[in-house]
Nanobody, 120 residues
């Protein structure tokens, strides 16, 4: 079963930036719509952003619009989430997953995620 691997999380100060990466060892991501999700302590997992397999269509949660940018490099078999102007409320474990039609219907196994902590 497809399982993606996240990386790039770190501790960063408010206003800082991070770039998360999502890879799929042994699989080709070209055919999949890929979503980024996050789960903060005590909260349910929520969708953050998604990109269609072609890369032509993206969407974002209102809370991150204008600050986060999702992109993909199919040659590198990697999807990225560039996060700028980070806020403490962005603190969460971030996951990527194959997201059918960017509908929120996840068709891959959840990975370990990568921790993003925004704090001074």
């Amino acid at each position: 079963q497809l399982q993606l691997v996240e990386s790039g999380g770190d501790l960063v100060q408010p206003g800082g930036s991070l770039r998360l990466s999502c890879a799929a060892p042994g699989f080709t991501l070209d055919y999949y719509d890929i979503g980024w999700f996050r789960q903060a302590p005590g909260k349910e997992r929520e969708g953050v952003s998604c990109i269609r397999s072609s890369g032509s269509t993206t969407n974002y949660a209102d809370s991150v619009k204008g600050r986060f940018t999702i992109s993909r490099d199919n040659a590198k078999n990697t999807v990225y989430l560039q996060m700028n102007s980070l806020k403490p409320e962005d603190t969460a474990i971030y996951y990527c997953a194959a997201d059918l039609d960017c509908s929120g219907y996840v068709i891959s196994r959840w990975g370990q995620g990568t921790q993003v902590t925004v704090s001074s």
